[in-house]
């Protein structure tokens, strides 16, 4: 369906599916020790002075809520060879418990949100600002670390509805 201007859901999406983005999984956890993850490709920096980031969070995914209420988070930039964990981690509705169980990973230091073994690069995160954006939200984070973990790994990229790999 369209609206009065001829941007209809199916259409946008196709349209930005034309954008090739890299893929990411932003990490949390809470208080008592909860890991929560999602997959993101609504990810880029912001600014190098002070070194912020920002990415994507579906008002309606449960991550939504567990990262605005802790204010602390990582991004792990998947390689190519980690296409099973971003699938994994976009699945809607999985199993609360064990959530990163079996996937490698470690606390970040100055965060301790998870990191995950294997990442091209790694960022962790205090959230600086919050703005609504539809039936998402933007989350601004400041750069409170950064790792790069396999400098030599291939990045994940997601193109035209699929996962990509460069040629």
């Not at 993850?37 to 008002?59: I, Q, R």
């Not at 991550?63 to 809607?92: C, I, K, Q, Y």
């Not at 079996?102 to 073994?117: K, S």
């Amino acid at each position: 369906m369209s609206d009065e201007r001829g941007v209809g859901p199916a259409l946008f999406r196709d349209v930005m599916g034309r954008f090739a983005t890299g893929v990411a999984i932003v990490t949390t956890v809470t208080d008592v020790g909860a890991e929560h993850a999602m997959t993101v490709n609504a990810f880029t920096s912001v600014s190098l002075d002070p070194p912020l980031v920002m990415f994507c969070a579906d008002k309606a995914a449960r991550f939504h809520g567990m990262v605005l209420e802790t204010g602390r988070w990582a991004v792990s930039v998947l390689s190519e060879e980690m296409r099973d964990a971003s699938e994994r981690f976009a699945t809607r509705g999985r199993a609360l418990d064990g959530r990163l169980e079996g996937r490698p990973h470690v606390r970040g230091p100055a965060t301790g949100a998870p990191i995950l073994a294997g990442a091209l690069a790694a960022l962790e995160c205090r959230t600086r600002a919050v703005h609504d954006g539809g039936d998402h939200t933007i989350v601004v984070g400041e750069v409170v670390g950064l790792d790069v973990p396999n400098p030599d790994g291939r990045p994940l990229i997601f193109y035209g509805g699929g996962y990509r790999t460069l040629g």
